[in-house]
């Protein structure tokens, strides 16, 4: 990673996470100063299977964003001191690392799945339905700036697993994904009751908007005491 490239991120990552002019200016950053590649390209441009110092502490300078964006839904309602990005991603990884072993499904693929799902929003912010923006379009958003990601990594084997983790979760093709996907809704829900029990708000919106979409028994059973607990403090 030459030093010229380095300092070409620090426009990048002054901008606001979570506009769409940010990712605007950062489509045209990116394809202004990069040749063009093909989607998701993250083969190994070497045979090494680790990234450089140098690629490492470049895409580590990135995720620093996931630890000082605050998500989105939590600031929209007024919740004083939100969580940020990595904090979220963070409790999914412990969900997962305490979570029982469930036939067929690889709990260690599982812990490496949660710190990856939301990487994206390094560069993409904390997209919500509330920003107006499809489905279509934010998925786009996402594995445009995560390819980015894997570029600046270096590509290879470590590249191409985060990448790989990442567009498994997305389309929710294996079993490893679809527990990952309840646990997201349930570290949502848990930190809802949390800022509710902590400072009087009412977030039921949260609650209803995951009610009825656990694709697992272990989220289920997660969804159902973290529910029983909020009947119990109200």
């Known amino acids: 990673m030459?030093?010229?490239?380095?300092?070409?991120?620090?426009?990048?990552?002054?901008?606001?996470?979570?506009?769409?002019?940010?990712?605007?200016?950062?489509?045209?950053?990116?394809?202004?100063?990069?040749?063009?590649?093909?989607?998701?390209?993250?083969?190994?441009?070497?045979?090494?299977?680790?990234?450089?110092?140098?690629?490492?502490?470049?895409?580590?300078?990135?995720?620093?964003?996931?630890?000082?964006?605050?998500?989105?839904?939590?600031?929209?309602?007024?919740?004083?001191?939100?969580?940020?990005?990595?904090?979220?991603?963070?409790?999914?990884?412990?969900?997962?690392?305490?979570?029982?072993?469930?036939?067929?499904?690889?709990?260690?693929?599982?812990?490496?799945?949660?710190?990856?799902?939301?990487?994206?929003?390094?560069?993409?912010?904390?997209?919500?339905?509330?920003?107006?923006?499809s489905k279509d379009e934010k998925s786009r958003r996402e594995r445009a700036a995560l390819e980015d990601m894997c570029k600046l990594l270096g590509g290879g084997s470590r590249a191409k697993e985060i990448s790989d983790l990442w567009m498994e979760y997305e389309e929710n093709s294996t079993l490893e994904a679809k527990v990952v996907k309840d646990f997201d809704k349930v570290e949502m829900i848990l930190q809802a009751l949390e800022y509710e029990n902590e400072q009087g708000k009412d977030l039921d919106e949260f609650f209803l908007s995951t009610a009825g979409k656990f694709q697992t028994e272990v989220g289920k059973a997660w969804a159902s005491e973290v529910a029983s607990r909020r009947k119990k403090s109200n």
């Open 2 to 133: 030459s030093r010229v490239f380095c300092k070409s991120l620090i426009p990048l990552l002054a901008f606001s996470s979570s506009s769409s002019s940010y990712y605007s200016a950062q489509f045209r950053f990116r394809h202004s100063r990069r040749p063009n590649v093909s989607p998701m390209a993250t083969e190994a441009s070497s045979s090494s299977s680790s990234p450089s110092p140098s690629s490492a502490i470049d895409f580590l300078t990135l995720c620093h964003r996931l630890k000082t964006t605050k998500r989105a839904g939590w600031v929209r309602r007024g919740v004083n001191d939100p969580e940020s990005i990595a904090d979220h991603m963070y409790r999914m990884g412990v969900m997962a690392l305490i979570s029982a072993d469930l036939p067929g499904v690889d709990r260690d693929k599982c812990i490496k799945m949660a710190i990856v799902h939301d990487i994206a929003e390094a560069i993409v912010g904390d997209i919500t339905p509330a920003d107006g923006i």
